[in-house]
């Protein structure tokens, strides 16, 4: 099972948008609404930021939004802040009944 | 508030063994499938297993197939991981997590490290 495919790095100004890619197969990505999207900051624990796609669970920002088109999955956030420069990564279940996370994304809030 | 509290890490020689174990608290245990994640210094994260909350289910990606097992005792609310025949490789850190086809609730991680 193949790493999903997502961008090395992003950066943004304060109060951007940006969004970050996520690119698998019809056996994950495509073929499944499963898709997630974690937080990372180094030395703490990663958090849940968006599930089923566009699932956002409770106490996450309404500027965090997902989304999905075919093989795609998306993480947009919206008038970006100090407080989001972190690593992303994303993740999808698989038709192996397996779980496949992306490579990840270092957001730079500049 | 729900707490995983990871625990087991430490220093092991190449080809030995260890078994991680992840206490958990303020949810009901038996009611959720649970996984284990890792992550190598200055590498992504990576899934490395699965179960249902009955236990009768397991997971696992083709990397870590037979040497990873995972198992849960629903009497204490915790579960673990047995890893075997350990390599340079499987040094990271090794998270628990609440779920499996989206994880809602991490531990703070152990620290494993293989040496040759």
């Known amino acids: 099972q193949s790493a999903l495919t997502q961008p090395a790095s992003v950066s943004g100004s304060p109060g951007q948008s940006i969004t970050i890619s996520c690119t698998g197969t019809?056996?994950?990505?495509?073929?499944?609404?499963?898709v997630s999207w974690y937080q990372h900051n180094p030395g703490k624990a990663p958090k849940l930021m968006m599930y089923?796609?566009?699932n956002r669970p409770s106490g996450v920002s309404n500027r965090f939004s997902g989304s999905k088109s075919g093989n795609t999955a998306s993480l947009t956030i919206s008038g970006l802040q100090a407080e989001d420069e972190a690593d992303y990564y994303c993740?999808?279940?698989?038709?192996?009944?397996?779980?496949?996370f992306g490579g990840g994304t270092k957001l730079t809030v500049l | 508030e729900v707490q995983l509290l990871e625990s087991g890490g430490g220093l092991v020689q190449s080809g030995g063994s260890l078994r991680l174990s992840c206490a958990t608290s303020?949810?009901?245990?038996?009611?959720?499938?649970m996984s284990w994640v890792r992550q190598a210094p200055g590498k992504g994260l990576e899934w490395v297993s699965g179960?249902?909350?009955?236990?009768?289910?397991?997971y696992y990606p083709d990397s870590v197939k037979g040497r990873f097992t995972i198992s849960r005792d629903n009497s204490k609310n915790t579960l673990y991981l047995q890893v075997n025949s350990l390599r340079a490789e499987d040094t990271a850190t090794y998270y628990c997590?609440?779920?499996?086809?989206?994880?809602?609730?991490w531990g703070q991680g152990a620290q494993v490290t293989v040496s040759s």
């Open positions: 019809s056996s994950d990505v495509g073929g499944y609404n499963f």
């Open positions: 997590a609440n779920g499996v086809r989206f994880l809602d609730y």
């Open positions: 179960i249902t909350g009955n236990g009768l289910t397991t």
């Open positions: 089923d796609v566009a």
């Open positions: 993740s999808s279940y698989t038709s192996s009944s397996t779980v496949v």
């Open positions: 303020g949810f009901t245990f038996t009611n959720y499938a």
